[in-house]
């Protein structure tokens, strides 16, 4: 059964930095490329982040270019989201996705989805 | 980046009746190199992550009943409940995978009425 668990979300400061996790299990981790998606209290999904399998493809969404940075290590079968220089339009559930698709950032919808982590920025 | 824009943002459907939500993106999710169009549905339930429904704009993903479907091509696409039950309440998002960044729609509510 695949799971994702994500971790890590919680109360920060504007300007602080947050780092979240996810734990993949009941598939092979580094055969698919893997996304962040959020959503802010009562709104719509966002996509925020994605690399492809070997980590070689990555981009991430306008809104958090230069502060918040996407990784993966294969061996422990994790992906992470390191956020920095929060902001208040930062705060929201956030998502971890399996994509189908192995090397691109497109090209594949997401089949599963963890239950998210909620990061609240507030002072 | 391609704008993708749902309609309506909600409707109240009685139950045992039709319910259809259409997704219009700003530019082709057409491939036509596997002329697949790159468009996907979720739902999400209160409380719960989105749920994969629909995926290559028309293929239902396994577990899903059949009174969902999912049709259209290009910039226009329609999912549509064929008889309403009361566990499909819920917000449905429309996603294309075509280009980065992947976008959603808004989201469309559907209540009972």
């Known amino acids: 059964e695949v799971q994702l668990v994500e971790s890590g979300g919680g109360l920060v400061q504007p300007g602080r930095s947050l780092r979240l996790s996810c734990a993949a299990s009941?598939?092979?981790?580094?055969?698919?490329?893997m996304h962040w998606v959020r959503q802010a209290p009562g709104k719509g999904l966002e996509w925020v982040a994605g690399l492809s399998w070997n980590s070689a493809s990555i981009a991430y969404a306008d809104s958090v270019k230069g502060r918040f940075t996407i990784s993966r290590d294969n061996a422990e079968n994790s992906l992470y989201l390191q956020m920095n220089s929060l902001r208040a339009e930062d705060m929201a559930l956030y998502y971890c996705?399996?994509?189908?698709?192995?090397?691109?950032?497109?090209?594949?919808?997401?089949?599963?989805w963890g239950q998210g982590t909620l990061v609240t920025v507030s002072s | 980046d391609i704008v993708m824009t749902q309609s309506p943002d909600s409707l109240a459907v009685s139950l045992g009746e039709r319910a259809t939500i259409n997704c219009k993106s700003s530019q082709s999710v057409l491939y036509s190199s596997n002329n697949k169009n790159y468009l996907s549905w979720y739902q999400q339930k209160p409380g719960q992550p989105p749920k994969l429904l629909i995926y290559w704009a028309s293929t239902r993903e396994s577990g899903v009943p059949d009174r969902f479907s999912g049709s259209g091509s290009g910039t226009d696409f329609t999912l549509t409940i064929s008889s309403l039950q009361a566990e499909d309440v819920a917000v449905y998002y429309c996603h294309q995978y075509y280009s980065t960044p992947p976008k959603f729609g808004q989201g469309t509510k559907v209540e009972i009425k």
């Open positions: 996705a399996k994509s189908v698709v192995k090397a691109a950032i497109n090209k594949g919808y997401f089949d599963y």
């Open positions: 009941g598939f092979n981790f580094d055969d698919f490329a």
